[in-house]
C-alpha cells in the first residue's frame, strides 16, 4: 500500500460530527465500525475493515459521559491493536480528567497521568490533543504526543469582527501564559488578570481586575467553560470596572450545570468555543458561537501523516 492508503480514520461517538468534518478536509471516508452495549452496560467494538499494517487515526473526545467516552476509547485501541495496525494515533480534541494533573493534598489521585497510563498500555503508538488544561500533560505519556491550540480558529473569528480597544483577560492566575500568547496574537494587546480565590471545586470567589478595562472591549480566555462560575463572575467584575464590552472565549465547551443560565444572563456580549465537545441543542443561547476545529485538526493529522513540522502552524 501507498502511504495515503495505508490512513485509516475511525470515529468514536462522543462528537462524529467533528470526526465527519475531519474526514471531509482529509478526502478519506470514516472506517466502518460496530459499536454495541450489551444491558449491563459493557461496550462491544468491532473495527469492520483490514487495517493490517495500516496507520490508523481514532477520534474521541473524553467529553459527557467522560467514563463511557474513555472506555469506548480504550477498547478501540484495543481492537486496532489485535489487528494489527501499524501505528495507532488517538485523537483527543477534549482531554477528560486533566484537572487532577497533581497532588494539593494528601490522598489525592492524580487522574490525569493515570489516564495516560490507561491509552498507553491500551496499545496507543501516538496522541494528538488539543488545549490541555495543563501543559505538563505531555510529559505523563512515554510515547509521541501533539499538542494543538484551537486559538487560530478564535483569533481569526474575533479578527474579522474588527473590535477595537481590546484588552486580554485571564480569568485566573494560572491562565497568564495562555492570555498572554492570545494577547501577542492580537496586535500585542495589553493583558489583565482577575485575582480569584477558589473556596472548593467548581466554586470560584472573584476579588479584583489586576490591569487598566475601563472603556475597552475585554475578552475573557481560558482553554475551558465548565459551570462557568469563573467566566461569569468575572465578566460582571469586568463590568463593573468599567469593561465596555466582554467576551468569553474558550476551546472546550464542557457546560455543566449551571453554565447555561449563568452565561445567558446577557452580561456577556457573546460566547464564542469551538466544536471539540458537540453542542447539545439544549447546551445552546443566543450570545453562544461554536466555530469548528475540523480543518486544523484534519491538517495536524495529515501533517503527522506525512511527517511534517505540526508546530510550524502556529508560529
Given at each position: 500500500?501507498?502511504?495515503?492508503?495505508?490512513?485509516?480514520?475511525?470515529?468514536?461517538?462522543?462528537?462524529?460530527?467533528?470526526?465527519?468534518?475531519?474526514?471531509?478536509?482529509?478526502?478519506?471516508?470514516?472506517?466502518?465500525?460496530?459499536?454495541?452495549?450489551?444491558?449491563?452496560?459493557?461496550?462491544?467494538?468491532?473495527?469492520?475493515?483490514?487495517?493490517?499494517?495500516?496507520?490508523?487515526?481514532?477520534?474521541?473526545?473524553?467529553?459527557?459521559?467522560?467514563?463511557?467516552?474513555?472506555?469506548?476509547?480504550?477498547?478501540?485501541?484495543?481492537?486496532?491493536?489485535?489487528?494489527?495496525?501499524?501505528?495507532i494515533t488517538a485523537v483527543i480534541p477534549y482531554?477528560?480528567?486533566?484537572?487532577?494533573?497533581?497532588?494539593?493534598?494528601?490522598?489525592?489521585?492524580?487522574?490525569?497521568?493515570?489516564?495516560?497510563?490507561?491509552?498507553?498500555?491500551?496499545g496507543a503508538s501516538r496522541i494528538l490533543a488539543?488545549?490541555?488544561?495543563?501543559?505538563?500533560?505531555?510529559?505523563?505519556?512515554?510515547?509521541?504526543?501533539?499538542?494543538?491550540?484551537?486559538?487560530?480558529?478564535?483569533?481569526?473569528?474575533?479578527?474579522?469582527?474588527?473590535?477595537?480597544?481590546?484588552?486580554?483577560?485571564?480569568?485566573?492566575?494560572?491562565?497568564?501564559?495562555?492570555?498572554?500568547?492570545?494577547?501577542?496574537?492580537?496586535?500585542?494587546?495589553?493583558?489583565?488578570?482577575?485575582?480569584?480565590?477558589?473556596?472548593?471545586?467548581?466554586?470560584?470567589?472573584?476579588?479584583?481586575?489586576?490591569?487598566?478595562?475601563?472603556?475597552?472591549?475585554?475578552?475573557l480566555v481560558d482553554d475551558m467553560i465548565d459551570?462557568?462560575?469563573?467566566?461569569?463572575?468575572?465578566?460582571?467584575?469586568?463590568?463593573?470596572?468599567?469593561?465596555?464590552?466582554?467576551?468569553?472565549?474558550?476551546?472546550?465547551?464542557?457546560?455543566?450545570?449551571?453554565?447555561?443560565?449563568?452565561?445567558?444572563?446577557?452580561?456577556?456580549?457573546?460566547?464564542?468555543?469551538?466544536?471539540?465537545?458537540?453542542?447539545?441543542?439544549?447546551?445552546?443561547?443566543?450570545?453562544?458561537?461554536?466555530?469548528?476545529?475540523?480543518?486544523?485538526?484534519?491538517?495536524?493529522?495529515?501533517?503527522?501523516?506525512?511527517?511534517?513540522?505540526?508546530?510550524?502552524?502556529?508560529?
Amino acid at each position: 500500500m501507498t502511504d495515503h492508503n495505508r490512513l485509516r480514520l475511525f470515529s468514536g461517538s462522543a462528537n462524529t460530527g467533528l470526526a465527519t468534518e475531519v474526514s471531509r478536509y482529509l478526502g478519506i471516508d470514516l472506517g466502518p465500525m460496530v459499536r454495541k452495549q450489551f444491558a449491563d452496560g459493557e461496550l462491544y467494538i468491532q473495527i469492520q475493515e483490514s487495517i493490517r499494517g495500516c496507520d490508523v487515526y481514532l477520534i474521541q473526545p473524553c467529553c459527557h459521559p467522560v467514563n463511557d467516552n474513555l472506555m469506548e476509547l480504550l477498547i478501540m485501541i484495543d481492537a486496532c491493536r489485535r489487528a494489527s495496525a501499524r501505528q495507532i494515533t488517538a485523537v483527543i480534541p477534549y482531554y477528560g480528567y486533566a484537572r487532577a494533573d497533581r497532588k494539593t493534598a494528601g490522598r489525592e489521585s492524580i487522574t490525569a497521568k493515570l489516564t495516560a497510563n490507561l491509552i498507553t498500555e491500551a496499545g496507543a503508538s501516538r496522541i494528538l490533543a488539543m488545549d490541555l488544561h495543563s501543559a505538563q500533560i505531555q510529559g505523563y505519556f512515554d510515547i509521541p504526543f501533539d499538542h494543538v491550540y484551537g486559538s487560530p480558529v478564535i483569533l481569526n473569528y474575533l479578527a474579522s469582527k474588527r473590535l477595537s480597544d481590546i484588552v486580554v483577560v485571564s480569568p485566573d492566575v494560572g491562565g497568564v501564559a495562555r492570555a498572554r500568547a492570545f494577547a501577542k496574537k492580537l496586535n500585542d494587546a495589553p493583558l489583565a488578570i482577575i485575582d480569584k480565590r477558589r473556596q472548593s471545586h467548581n466554586v470560584a470567589e472573584v476579588l479584583n481586575v489586576i490591569g487598566d478595562v475601563r472603556g475597552k472591549t475585554a475578552v475573557l480566555v481560558d482553554d475551558m467553560i465548565d459551570t462557568a462560575g469563573t467566566i461569569s463572575e468575572g465578566a460582571r467584575l469586568l463590568r463593573e470596572e468599567g469593561a465596555r464590552q466582554v467576551y468569553a472565549c474558550a476551546t472546550h465547551a464542557v457546560f455543566s450545570h449551571p453554565a447555561i443560565e449563568r452565561l445567558s444572563t446577557g452580561v456577556l456580549e457573546e460566547v464564542i468555543v469551538t466544536n471539540t465537545i458537540p453542542a447539545s441543542p439544549d447546551k445552546t443561547f443566543d450570545q453562544l458561537t461554536v466555530l469548528s476545529v475540523a480543518n486544523l485538526l484534519g491538517e495536524t493529522i495529515w501533517r503527522i501523516h506525512e511527517d511534517s513540522s505540526v508546530s510550524s502552524m502556529f508560529r
